[in-house]
């Protein structure tokens, strides 16, 4: 096992790499900007550098500030959290080069991954549902036009480097799509370096549905799962649970198998998530993408397997393999997470930074409170806004969704606006209650 590793992140899941690597008897050395110097995870590691100033740019995205520090320090391996470098091929190569472990998965798996369209083809070989589409990339508005009379309107453009909802546009006849073609390929060109475009059929009422995996390096790739994270608002997770409430046992088996060949026939090793899109008309689901990192909501998948996917991670970077088989892996209960930010919901999501002087963290049976904040914490603007994730873990979703409204209600973050009061709202609203929710739910129920 490693003897020191280095935590190249910040926030909430620096601090959950920190107390993974502590109970291991991993020695820990973080990494911090100047907007981060009194940060709880600069207090929690066995040492701390500072990498440069606020900037993410300067500082936890400056690839060679950090493998300074981490040659300083002498650590075996780097954890990139999930965000900044944690999807970056470049610099896993860079960790390789430098001999120094990139707790993540392969640059091959990465890069393979990485291009959406690469990804789609790979998933059509082994037989994983796809939307239907161009088979690979598309070359010009001409060729779009021919695929999108075949497979019918509205279809999506999409940037092969693209994720996460950036670089694509939706089109519902020949003239937008003509238009959406030439600016994708130039926007994508532009923001990735890559001006590689695919066409899909718009799928117009879905669920996002994932389904969480990891591998080791002998070969072998476990599911843990699927979460549900259709509450969303402009791509911005809101709220992540396990299990779906609306997959059949059938369906899920059927999900997870498809996860599993397509990391398989990747080569992947340590935690991934193959993003789904169900069609809440059809019932079908569609690949959307790999996430070949760490999520912000794996602690959903935690809670329901009991497995721990940071040491997880820690292990199978270390060459250890897994010593588990599928059939061990078990399901309990039902998991739910609220995502906390400091954003003002009735001011359209407006960033709230500033000192936080009063801070009461929920607790009690079946929650659990990932963040970095305490009282006296000063939240800087130069950041993501997610500020803690408050995770329920109960038998039923009745029951967990009773227990994170209890839990919300004791949460006290003042004097800055937070997420709090929206979540409240959101789980006693009926639709939510009854899983009858898709994609744009929470922007709909926002606009009125
Ligand atoms: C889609 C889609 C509809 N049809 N693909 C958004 C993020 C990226 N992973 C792919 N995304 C979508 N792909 C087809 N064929 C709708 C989205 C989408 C979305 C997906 C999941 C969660 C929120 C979303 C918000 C807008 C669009």
Redesign the pocket.
């Known amino acids: 096992m490693f003897t020191r590793i280095l935590i190249a992140n910040r926030g909430e899941i620096a601090v959950r790499l920190i107390r993974a690597a502590r109970e291991m008897g991993i020695e820990t050395v973080a990494v911090f900007s100047q907007a981060d110097a009194e940060s709880l995870h600069v207090h929690l590691a066995d040492q701390a550098v500072c990498i440069g100033p606020p900037p993410a740019a300067q500082s936890y995205l400056n690839i060679s500030a950090i493998i300074s520090a981490a040659e300083v320090a002498n650590v075996d391996a780097i954890h990139p959290g999930y965000g900044f470098l944690a999807e970056n091929a470049h610099f896993a190569e860079v960790c390789r080069d430098c001999n120094i472990e990139f707790i993540g998965p392969s640059v091959e798996a990465m890069n393979l991954l990485g291009d959406k369209v690469k990804c789609k083809q790979l998933a059509i070989k082994q037989k994983v549902p796809v939307?239907p589409g161009s088979k690979g990339q598309v070359e010009d508005s001409g060729e779009a036009l021919t695929i999108a009379r075949d497979i019918g309107y509205p279809v999506?453009v999409k940037a092969a480097a693209g994720?996460?909802?950036r670089g694509?546009r939706v089109a519902h006849n020949d003239i937008a799509l003509q238009s959406a073609v030439k600016q994708a390929m130039l926007e994508a060109g532009a923001t990735f370096g890559n001006p590689a475009v695919y066409l899909?059929?718009?799928?117009e009422r879905?669920r996002?549905v994932e389904v969480q995996i990891i591998g080791d390096q002998q070969g072998n790739v476990l599911h843990l799962f699927e979460r549900d994270c259709t509450m969303?608002r402009r791509?911005q997770k809101l709220i992540e649970e396990s299990p779906c409430p609306v997959l059949t046992n059938e369906q899920r088996a059927e999900l997870c198998k498809s996860a599993v060949r397509l990391c398989k026939a990747a080569g992947y090793y340590s935690a991934g998530t193959v993003?789904f899109?169900m069609d809440t008309k059809s019932n079908k689901f569609?690949l959307?993408?790999v996430n070949t990192r760490l999520q912000v909501e794996h602690p959903v998948t935690e809670m329901i397997t009991d497995i721990d996917l940071v040491k997880a991670q820690f292990r199978v970077a270390a060459g250890e393999p897994l010593g588990l088989t599928q059939r061990q892996i078990k399901r309990n209960g039902h998991a739910i997470e609220v995502r906390i930010n400091a954003e003002d919901p009735a001011n359209n999501f407006a960033p709230s930074p500033g000192t936080i002087e009063r801070f009461n963290a929920p607790g009690g049976p079946g929650v659990r409170l990932d963040t970095h904040c305490i009282a006296g914490y000063r939240v800087p603007p130069n950041y993501d806004s997610m500020i803690a994730k408050m995770i329920v873990h109960r038998p039923t979703r009745d029951d967990a969704i009773a227990t994170v409204r209890r839990a919300l209600a004791e949460f006290v973050i003042e004097p800055i606006k937070t997420t709090i009061p929206l979540h409240d709202r959101l789980m006693r609203n009926g639709n939510f209650v009854r899983g009858e929710v898709d994609?744009y739910f929470v922007e709909r129920l926002l606009e009125k």
């Open positions: 939307a999506i994720g996460g909802g694509m899909e059929k718009f799928i879905a996002h969303q791509h993003e899109l569609f959307m993408e994609i």
